[in-house]
């Protein structure tokens, strides 16, 4: 049922219109839900989750509401998994590991951006079945950009083919990576082992723009402490099928339904990747 969503009747999901009435949807999500509360947000609109760096807004619930009309419309039989339905009920994750279709939605990818007026946030949405990302949207709605991958078929920008490449040989490695006071004992200390000659580290922001900056080649990688799917799924589709790779920190692949070795690296290239693996395992590991 999946694969067929996907192909349409020439077997190129390209070619298939069900791939633009997803963007469709998102687009309109962010539109209807999002922009309109952009630079406009009221402070009973803007709610503390887990802290004062876990934010969530009128324009987070009711876009993701909006996905989860429209999505499983398009896919009868299909579920949601959304950052906010999971925060309401934790049980909502096990649908990842069901033998239902998945849409794995963070209607604001970027929630401090968005509530502080900067335009880095976005709306993700990625399409899995049995612990596998099939396809995934990523739509940055200020600068109108959807990136969009198909697995074994590619990723996009806007309907332009986009390759990862890899860093010029000796350059400094730019990394994104998230905050190391925001992490675990080991894992900030892991991470703190990417602040090495030849690597530029910085925090990360909007992970799925970020993932999208390694697609395009713009930055070399990024290095997370965390593991939700939402944040995840479809940034991990767009750089693999740019050409890129991740690893974990026991050198498996990244698993969408959890308990993975982190912090985890996703990279231009395997070079890159296993380069900053050897890193962050450290030399207890080596």
């Known amino acids: 049922m999946t694969e067929e969503f996907l192909s349409g009747t020439t077997g190129n999901p390209w070619e298939s219109g069900n791939l633009a009435l997803v963007e469709e949807a998102v687009r309109k999500a962010a539109a209807v839900e999002i922009m309109p509360r952009f630079r406009q947000l009221a402070a009973h609109e803007i709610v ?7 934010l969530v807004t009128v324009a987070d619930r009711s876009a993701e509401e909006h996905l989860t009309a429209s999505l499983t419309a398009l896919l009868p039989g299909s579920v949601v998994v959304g950052e906010e339905a999971v925060h309401a009920d934790p049980a909502v994750y096990d649908a990842l590991q069901g033998d239902a279709p998945v849409w794995i939605v963070d209607p604001v990818d970027g929630t401090r951006q968005f509530v502080h007026g900067d335009p880095g946030f976005c709306t993700l949405v ?11 949207w990523t739509y940055a709605p200020v600068l109108d950009e959807m990136a969009t991958a198909v697995r074994g078929h590619g990723a996009r920008v806007d309907g332009v083919p986009i390759r990862s490449g890899s860093p010029e040989p000796g350059g400094v490695l730019e990394v994104a990576m998230s905050h190391p006071d925001f992490t675990t004992p080991e894992q900030k200390q892991a991470l703190l082992a990417l602040r090495a000659d030849g690597i530029h580290g910085r925090p990360c922001g ?4 970020e993932y999208l900056a ?12 965390w593991e939700n799917a939402w944040d995840h799924a479809a940034g991990l589709l767009l750089v693999h099928e740019a050409g890129g790779t991740d690893l974990t920190l026991t050198g ?20 890159t990747a296993r380069t900053l693996h050897e890193l962050l395992r450290g030399p207890q590991h080596a």
């Not at 503390?48 to 876990?54: F, M, V």
């Not at 909007?206 to 723009?209: D, V």
């Open 126 to 136: 990625a399409l899995a079945r049995h612990g596998e990302v099939l396809a995934s």
């Open 48 to 54: 503390e989750k887990n802290g004062p760096h876990d």
């Open 214 to 225: 390694v697609a395009r080649g713009e930055i070399d990688a990024v290095a997370f402490s």
């Open 206 to 209: 909007s992970a799925g723009l």
């Open 252 to 271: 498996e692949p990244f698993r969408i339904t959890g308990d993975n070795a982190l912090p985890f690296t996703a990279a231009r290239d395997e070079t």
